[in-house]
């Protein structure tokens, strides 16, 4: 599932190739989208992220928000072929998008605008004070609450994983269990391990490509998820992995505590 550093790419992709440019139309591709509103015509003042959404603001007042889930991607394509497992698509003088998703659960909505304040997501606005008053008291796993998406927006399992590995933090702890320090670490490294994937633009490792269809380069950077049975890189130990609410979580039982 695409993460805060993919979505965050892909709107910075869009931010720059469809700004200012005008819909020329739409299509739908599965009747699970057909009762979308017709925007044709419409003219596209900005794309943002929120969490894990992708906000399309066109000038009528209106946003397209588009939600990537399991297997989504958008696709920039200037030719005329349309690409397999394509849902939908938006027009424009040179060229077009397309939301390509196999599984089939991404969704997009197009409704009222609304500049709602964003207090939950690291690299935007996050009120710490208010956050650990909320949760530095909860019995929960401090993976799950990582993830929990009205508590910390846009962190999945893969980079939930990497931030507890940098911080040498045990992903069964509980956040009730953690002090001062480890939450300075979670906070100071999570942004860390975010902008460096932006930069890397995303993690590949298996549907993700960018809208110009090209791999992410942040896989080269993971040094838990994925590496169950491999040499952990800071003590020689071994990744071990458990399953944690249904998901893989990747650790190092020496460095994690």
């Not at 196999?102 to 969704?107: D, H």
């Amino acid at each position: 599932m695409p993460e805060l550093p993919e979505v965050e790419t892909l709107c910075r992709q869009l931010q720059t190739r469809i700004a200012g440019k005008k819909i020329s139309s739409t299509e739908v591709y599965d009747v699970k989208l057909n009762n979308l509103k017709n925007i044709q015509g419409k003219r596209i003042t900005e794309v943002k992220r929120k969490g894990k959404t992708i906000e399309i603001n066109l000038d009528d007042g209106t946003s397209v928000q588009i939600h990537l889930r399991m297997t989504g991607r958008l696709l920039w394509q200037s030719e005329k072929e349309r690409p397999k497992h394509s849902r939908w698509k938006m027009n424009f003088k040179d060229g077009a998008i397309y939301l390509i998703d196999p599984r089939r659960f991404a969704t997009i909505k197009i409704q009222k605008w609304e500049n709602d304040k964003v207090d939950n997501d690291l690299l935007v606005s996050f009120a710490r004070e208010d956050f650990l008053a909320k949760n530095g008291g909860r019995k929960g796993k401090i993976k799950n609450l990582l993830m929990d998406q009205n508590t910390v927006a846009g962190i999945g399992n893969i980079y939930a994983c990497e931030i507890l590995y940098r911080c040498g933090i045990h992903p069964e702890r509980t956040a009730e269990s953690l002090n001062v320090k480890d939450w300075q670490l979670i906070f100071k490294n999570a942004r860390a391990i975010l902008q460096k994937a932006i930069e890397n633009r995303g993690t590949s490792i298996s549907d993700w490509r960018d809208l110009d269809g090209h791999k992410g380069e942040n896989q080269h950077e993971l040094k838990a998820y994925g590496r169950e049975g491999k040499q952990c890189r800071k003590c020689g130990g071994i990744i071990k992995r458990i399953k944690q609410g249904g998901r893989s979580t990747f650790y190092c039982p020496q460095c994690q505590t």
